[in-house]
T-cell receptor, first 111, second 112 residues
Framework: GESVGLHLPTLSVQEGDNSIINCAYSNSASDYFIWYKQESGKGPQFIIDIRSNMDKRQGQRVTVLLNKTVKHLSLQIAATQPGDSAVYFCAESNQGGKLIFGQGTELSVKP | EAGVTQFPSHSVIEKGQTVTLRCDPISGHDNLYWYRRVMGKEIKFLLHFVKESKQDESGMPNNRFLAERTGGTYSTLKVQPAELEDSGVYFC??????????FGPGTRLTVL
């Protein structure tokens, strides 16, 4: 069946370094992708999204890259800060509101 | 603007009991979604309301789960009777259009 998965369950980076979180998806019909950040005790918080007609989108300190050829999505966080420590989820959507989530990657930022 | 709110934040019940979870979406958001995360696995879709109508309920696990959204405002998700495997965190999300879903803090359900 369709699925979205993450390559690494945990990622540890030094404060100030750049972080890259990866995600693979299997449904080539998906046309919308989102990254969420979830802190302990809170719900997923929207970070950035990208539509399938784009391959790159930038936000504040974050960049999402979409490679439809290999069905790969990545989230880049520049100058990672302790406040970025959280679990990051990628999700995909296909012509509707239903989101399919990956397993999540836990990002740990060392001071 | 107030975010999505959910009640209760935690619920501990015994197997066979009934529990009702409530979600208040962001004002003006016609789309309301329920998701759940069970045993540390990925977050899974349960169903989608557009106003008071069920747009997609393909993720509802079985007939022990009943979701309602009377009047197209808040929604409830009732589990009756609850089973051990229903334990997890239940999230509600809302959106103005079928994108950019804003999530609530979740309700952690523990079935003993």
């Amino acid at each position: 069946g369709e699925s979205v998965g993450l390559h690494l369950p945990t990622l540890s980076v030094q404060e100030g370094d750049n972080s890259i979180i990866n995600c693979a998806y299997s449904n080539s019909a998906s046309d919308y992708f989102i990254w969420y950040k979830q802190e302990s005790g809170k719900g997923p918080q929207f970070i950035i999204d990208i539509r399938s007609n784009m391959d790159k989108r930038q936000g504040q300190r974050v960049t999402v890259l979409l490679n439809k050829t290999v069905k790969h999505l990545s989230l880049q966080i520049a100058a990672t800060q302790p406040g970025d420590s959280a679990v990051y989820f990628c999700a995909e959507s296909n012509q509707g509101g239903k989101l399919i989530f990956g397993q999540g990657t836990e990002l740990s930022v060392k001071p | 603007e107030a975010g999505v709110t959910q009640f209760p934040s935690h619920s501990v019940i015994e197997k066979g009991q009934t529990v009702t979870l409530r979600c208040d979406p962001i004002s003006g958001h016609d789309n309301l979604y329920w998701y759940r995360r069970v045993m540390g696995k990925e977050i899974k879709f349960l169903l989608h309301f557009v106003k008071e109508s069920k747009q997609d309920e393909s993720g509802m696990p079985n007939n022990r789960f009943l979701a309602e959204r009377t009047g197209g405002t808040y929604s409830t998700l009732k589990v009756q009777p609850a089973e051990l495997e229903d334990s997890g965190v239940y999230f509600c999300a809302s959106s103005r259009v079928e994108r950019e879903q804003f999530f609530g803090p979740g309700t952690r359900l523990t079935v003993l």
